[in-house]
């Protein structure tokens, strides 16, 4: 009997993004998303009223109106974006992969990418979640979306179990990775050749979560706060010189403190001029970095008497972070034996 090596699929899986800038994409999306029982994991008796009602109808057209801001002619940035990193990604690795992109929410959707590798003949599957940090909210949803997507047939109601389902392998958050480390690092130091500046300080600002999730055990707060010492390390910023804080809070309730609006407030009205923004947990730029951050919150710096903000972008497809995406892929891919194959 011959062993022959078997090709790997690879699924990136991102967020996700509207189909368009109009409050009934946005509208779908964030139904979508809120809908997710490890995003808002209330009574859904309770919520799905609120979330149909109240939430969707509220938001729906104030989040589009600040999605047309950040549009391109190419479409959502954060697809743009994704797409770049599993082409480069793909052309690192090499014929003995096949990656395909599947966002958590939207299109191109997870179930549709799973079903292009089954399509394909790939059984072996890894499943690369672009959140460096784990939350229950984003990679535990992922390892769920992803489960059910590849043990169901689609187009079933309800979902039929599929006889043969893949082998799949999810890449662990790689928050104290020396290769994310060392990636935001160089897309830093590339940004840093365009500014008129050094800064004065810099702010890691990572999304928030509700603090009873935390307070429930999730880790992503500790994760969130070793990245950005490792960071802050590795650019060689003493304590003092740097701040880490919480953005995109939703909800009257508690959440991740203290927030990016309040530290920005304060560095500007203790005198602090010029300030770096970086968006570590962010691995491609979207509404959050590009509109909340490179809008927003240059606005409240700049009203609380602050000069310049410099907004670092995400790690995108930056070279640098397209190698570490490939290495951290083969070592997660490594030790599957070669499949038999003939007698």
């Known amino acids: 009997m011959i062993s022959v090596p078997e090709r ?3 699924l990136v899986v991102p967020l996700g993004t509207p189909a368009a800038p109009t409050s009934t994409a946005v509208r779908a999306f964030l139904a979508e998303m809120l809908a997710d029982p490890c995003v808002v994991d209330l009574q859904p008796l309770l919520w799905q ?11 729906a057209g104030r989040i589009a109106a600040r999605y047309r801001r950040i549009w391109t002619e190419a479409g959502s940035p954060l697809l743009v974006h994704s797409q770049a990193q599993a082409a480069g990604l793909q052309a690192r690795l090499g014929e003995g992969f096949r990656v395909v992109l599947g966002m958590r929410y939207g299109q191109p959707g997870l179930r549709c990418a799973m079903e292009r590798l089954r399509l394909e003949g790939l059984e072996r599957v890894v499943v690369l979640p672009m959140f460096p940090q784990y939350s229950s909210s984003s990679t535990g949803s992922v390892y769920v ?4 997507a590849a043990s169901e047939r689609s187009g079933r109601l309800p979902p039929a179990i599929r006889r043969r389902a893949p082998v799949l392998r999810f890449v662990p958050p790689y928050y104290d990775e020396a290769l994310y480390i060392g990636a935001l690092r160089a897309v830093i130091a590339t940004a840093q050749t365009g500014w008129p500046h050094a800064p004065e300080h810099w702010v890691f600002t990572f999304h928030g979560l509700p603090r009873r999730y935390t307070e429930e055990g999730d880790p992503y707060e500790k994760q969130c706060a070793v990245t950005a010492a490792n960071l802050a390390a590795a650019l060689g910023l003493r304590d003092g010189q740097w701040s ?6 939703f909800g009257r309730r508690a959440w991740s403190a203290p927030s ?3 530290v920005l ?4 009205q203790a005198g602090t001029k010029r300030v770096a923004v970086v968006c570590p947990g962010f691995t491609a730029d979207c509404l959050e970095t590009l509109d909340e951050i490179g809008r927003t919150g240059a606005a409240i710096f700049a009203r609380a008497g602050g000069a310049e903000l410099a907004m670092v972008p995400c790690l995108n497809d930056h070279p640098a972070w397209l190698e570490a995406m490939a290495a951290i892929v083969r070592r997660e891919s490594s030790g599957w ?4 194959s003939g007698p």
């Open 8 to 10: 790997v699929g690879v």
């Open 265 to 268: 407030t304060r560095l500007a």
């Open 49 to 59: 009223p609120l979330l149909r009602l109240l939430v969707l109808p509220w938001r």
């Open 244 to 249: 880490l804080s919480y953005q995109s809070r």
């Open 260 to 262: 990016t609006e309040t």
């Open 337 to 340: 034996p070669p499949t038999p």
């Open 145 to 148: 979306a992803a489960g059910r």
